[in-house]
């Protein structure tokens, strides 16, 4: 009887089977050459300018744990039947997903492309902020230097 490692040993050296690391550094380059999204369609987004669907494509659990206002919830392992249930009818429309890492919305954009959408986009770890399980917009707002923020702080609680 030949053991299990000999086969995996053989599929690995004849290129069958990836090592999981090859998948990691696969996804992890994948993710970096996620296209910026420009940050006025983000800054519409928020103040409700904006016809553009957002979709979390993170697990239920962690979408009730927190999500940004006004996204709907798509986990990536919903079935084909329901995965168009909470999005537009028009296939056209505009989709961005996200999620955590990217790696889970450039999957559910695969998905909803393969679906028939022809607007999907998917927003990337760098274009996000994430306060424990809450993730916010970073729209590229330059950090303020901490007098500044201990000012604005000083002079929110005396009423100014």
Same mark, same amino acid.
């Given at each position: 009887?030949?053991? +299990?490692s000999?086969?995996? *040993?053989t599929? $690995?050296?004849?290129?069958?089977l990836a090592?999981? =690391? !090859?998948?990691?550094d696969?996804?992890?380059?994948a993710v ?18 904006s ?7 993170r ?6 744990a927190?999500h940004i206002?006004?996204a709907?919830?798509? +986990?990536?392992d919903?079935? *084909?039947?329901? $995965? ?6 028009d296939? =056209? !429309? ?15 954009q695969?998905?909803l492309?393969?679906a028939g959408?022809t607007?999907v986009r ?8 994430w ?5 916010m ?6 950090d ?10 000083s ?6």
């Open positions: 009887m030949i053991k +299990p000999i086969i995996v *040993a599929l $690995l050296v004849f290129g069958v090592p999981a =690391s !090859s998948f990691a696969d996804a992890a380059q970096d050459n996620i296209s910026p999204v420009p940050q006025q369609q983000l800054l519409d987004y928020l103040a409700g300018k016809e553009l669907t957002l979709v979390d494509a697990s239920t659990a962690e979408y009730d927190g206002y006004g709907v919830s798509v +986990p990536l919903t079935s *084909a039947d329901a $995965l168009t249930a909470a999005l537009p009818e296939l =056209s !429309s505009p989709l961005l997903v996200y999620c955590k890492t990217g790696i889970r919305a450039m999957q559910l695969q998905r492309t393969a959408y607007d998917v927003l990337g770890p760098t274009q996000m902020l306060a424990d399980a809450l993730p917009f970073n729209c590229g707002v330059p303020a230097p901490t007098t500044q923020l201990n000012t604005i702080e002079n929110t609680k005396n009423g100014g």
